[in-house]
Protein backbone atom coordinates (compact mmCIF):
# COMPACT_ATOMS: atom_id res chain seq x y z
CA UNK A 1 0.00 0.00 0.00
CA UNK A 2 1.42 3.91 -0.80
CA UNK A 3 -0.38 6.83 0.31
CA UNK A 4 0.15 9.73 -1.50
CA UNK A 5 -0.47 13.29 -1.13
CA UNK A 6 -0.04 16.33 -3.53
CA UNK A 7 0.49 19.44 -2.56
CA UNK A 8 1.08 23.36 -4.23
CA UNK A 9 -2.02 23.58 -6.21
CA UNK A 10 -2.13 27.42 -6.21
CA UNK A 11 -4.02 30.39 -8.43
CA UNK A 12 -1.22 31.48 -10.88
CA UNK A 13 -1.41 34.21 -13.61
CA UNK A 14 -0.62 33.11 -17.34
CA UNK A 15 2.62 32.51 -17.95
CA UNK A 16 3.81 31.91 -14.78
CA UNK A 17 5.58 28.97 -12.76
CA UNK A 18 4.52 27.01 -10.48
CA UNK A 19 6.18 23.40 -8.57
CA UNK A 20 3.51 20.34 -7.64
CA UNK A 21 4.81 17.95 -4.76
CA UNK A 22 3.63 14.28 -4.18
CA UNK A 23 4.62 12.92 -0.81
CA UNK A 24 4.84 9.31 -0.57
CA UNK A 25 4.51 7.20 2.62
CA UNK A 26 3.46 3.33 2.81
CA UNK A 27 6.28 0.86 0.90
CA UNK A 28 9.10 1.61 -0.94
CA UNK A 29 8.76 4.70 -2.38
CA UNK A 30 11.29 4.21 -5.26
CA UNK A 31 10.27 0.66 -6.16
CA UNK A 32 7.43 2.74 -7.98
CA UNK A 33 7.16 4.27 -11.19
CA UNK A 34 4.86 7.73 -10.82
CA UNK A 35 2.97 9.72 -12.95
CA UNK A 36 1.43 13.24 -12.50
CA UNK A 37 -2.36 13.73 -14.04
CA UNK A 38 -4.88 16.22 -14.84
CA UNK A 39 -8.83 16.35 -14.94
CA UNK A 40 -11.31 18.76 -15.78
CA UNK A 41 -14.52 18.39 -14.37
CA UNK A 42 -17.01 16.48 -16.41
CA UNK A 43 -13.73 14.98 -18.67
CA UNK A 44 -11.99 12.54 -18.44
CA UNK A 45 -8.03 12.23 -16.59
CA UNK A 46 -5.26 11.96 -18.91
CA UNK A 47 -2.03 11.87 -18.16
CA UNK A 48 0.48 14.80 -17.77
CA UNK A 49 4.02 13.23 -17.05
CA UNK A 50 5.42 10.02 -16.33
CA UNK A 51 8.99 9.15 -14.56
CA UNK A 52 10.63 5.47 -13.82
CA UNK A 53 11.73 4.15 -10.26
CA UNK A 54 15.31 5.36 -10.43
CA UNK A 55 14.41 9.22 -12.22
CA UNK A 56 16.18 8.33 -14.93
CA UNK A 57 13.61 7.74 -17.65
CA UNK A 58 10.67 10.32 -18.54
CA UNK A 59 7.55 10.89 -20.60
CA UNK A 60 5.41 13.65 -21.28
CA UNK A 61 1.99 14.59 -23.02
CA UNK A 62 3.10 16.73 -26.11
CA UNK A 63 0.81 19.91 -24.82
CA UNK A 64 3.29 20.33 -21.99
CA UNK A 65 6.72 19.02 -23.77
CA UNK A 66 9.40 22.01 -22.94
CA UNK A 67 6.88 23.33 -20.39
CA UNK A 68 6.83 20.84 -17.40
CA UNK A 69 9.59 18.59 -15.54
CA UNK A 70 8.68 15.95 -13.71
CA UNK A 71 11.34 14.46 -10.72
CA UNK A 72 11.70 12.93 -7.95
CA UNK A 73 13.99 12.45 -4.99
CA UNK A 74 13.81 8.78 -3.69
CA UNK A 75 15.69 10.49 -0.23
CA UNK A 76 12.78 12.38 0.37
CA UNK A 77 9.85 9.99 -0.67
CA UNK A 78 8.66 12.88 -3.07
CA UNK A 79 7.98 13.40 -6.95
CA UNK A 80 7.51 17.02 -8.49
CA UNK A 81 6.18 18.35 -11.20
CA UNK A 82 7.71 21.87 -12.19
CA UNK A 83 5.20 23.74 -14.64
CA UNK A 84 6.52 27.01 -16.47
CA UNK A 85 5.03 29.01 -19.35
CA UNK A 86 1.72 28.50 -17.73
CA UNK A 87 -1.73 28.74 -19.96
CA UNK A 88 -5.39 28.98 -18.65
CA UNK A 89 -5.99 25.50 -20.33
CA UNK A 90 -3.51 23.93 -17.94
CA UNK A 91 -5.80 24.27 -15.04
CA UNK A 92 -7.25 21.46 -13.67
CA UNK A 93 -7.22 19.15 -10.80
CA UNK A 94 -3.48 17.38 -10.65
CA UNK A 95 -2.96 14.00 -9.32
CA UNK A 96 -0.41 12.09 -9.11
CA UNK A 97 -0.61 8.24 -8.81
CA UNK A 98 1.98 5.42 -8.88
CA UNK A 99 2.67 1.75 -10.45
CA UNK A 100 5.35 -0.58 -10.78
CA UNK A 101 6.36 0.62 -14.13
CA UNK A 102 6.76 3.62 -16.14
CA UNK A 103 3.33 3.87 -18.25
CA UNK A 104 0.73 6.82 -19.70
CA UNK A 105 -2.19 5.17 -19.57
CA UNK A 106 -4.03 6.21 -16.16
CA UNK A 107 -5.84 3.15 -16.07
CA UNK A 108 -2.92 0.96 -14.95
CA UNK A 109 -1.75 3.30 -11.89
CA UNK A 110 -2.71 1.78 -8.48
CA UNK A 111 -2.51 4.43 -6.07
CA UNK A 112 -3.47 7.66 -6.25
CA UNK A 113 -3.73 11.05 -3.79
CA UNK A 114 -6.45 13.58 -3.67
CA UNK A 115 -5.79 15.93 -6.04
CA UNK A 116 -4.39 19.69 -5.96
CA UNK A 117 -6.07 21.98 -7.78
CA UNK A 118 -4.46 23.89 -10.18
CA UNK A 119 -6.17 27.47 -12.10
CA UNK A 120 -4.65 29.55 -14.55
CA UNK A 121 -5.98 33.20 -15.01
CA UNK A 122 -5.54 34.70 -18.16
Known amino acids: QVQLVEAGGVLVQAGGSLRLSCAAS????????MGWFRQDPGKERVVVAA????????DYEDSVKGRFTISRDNAKNTVYLQMNSLKPEDTAVYYC???????????????WGQGTQVTVSS
Open 51 to 58: VSWSGSGT
Open 97 to 111: AARPRRDMNPNKYDY
Open 26 to 33: GRTFSSYA
